[in-house]
Nanobody
Framework: QVQLVESGGGLVQAGGSLRLSCAASESIFSISVMGWYRQAPGKQRELVAVIVSGGNTNYADSVKDRFTISRDNAKNAVYLQMNSLKPEDTAVYYC?????????WGQGTQVTVSS
């Protein structure tokens, strides 16, 4: 069973930046897909960005050109660099990993962007 622990959330002013980290309890070398999702109050959880083992990435339209997902297999970690943050980016951000047919989730980290 893979455990995922997110960190790096916090309070930031609009236009600022944050870098989220997701540490996995085991090697992510063979994990085919890892991603970041977010859930704002009263809204459904939505995809933010995903990265596959080959390095290809995909982003939600709302974060393209502002957010960057990356993975470091040597550190068993996935990152989300968030720039030009907007109040509408306020949410709990979750890391996930698809291992074979099982989807694992972290506990989430709060990101709050003030206007």
């Amino acid at each position: 069973q893979v455990q995922l622990v997110e960190s790096g959330g916090g309070l930031v002013q609009a236009g600022g930046s944050l870098r989220l980290s997701c540490a996995a309890s085991e090697s992510i070398f063979s994990i085919s897909v890892m991603g970041w999702y977010r859930q704002a109050p009263g809204k459904q959880r939505e995809l933010v960005a995903v990265i596959v083992s080959g390095g290809n990435t995909n982003y939600a339209d709302s974060v393209k050109d502002r957010f960057t997902i990356s993975r470091d297999n040597a550190k068993n970690a996935v990152y989300l660099q968030m720039n030009s943050l907007k109040p509408e980016d306020t949410a709990v951000y979750y890391c996930n990993a698809l291992v074979r047919t099982t989807l694992y989730w972290g506990q989430g980290t709060q990101v709050t962007v003030s206007s």
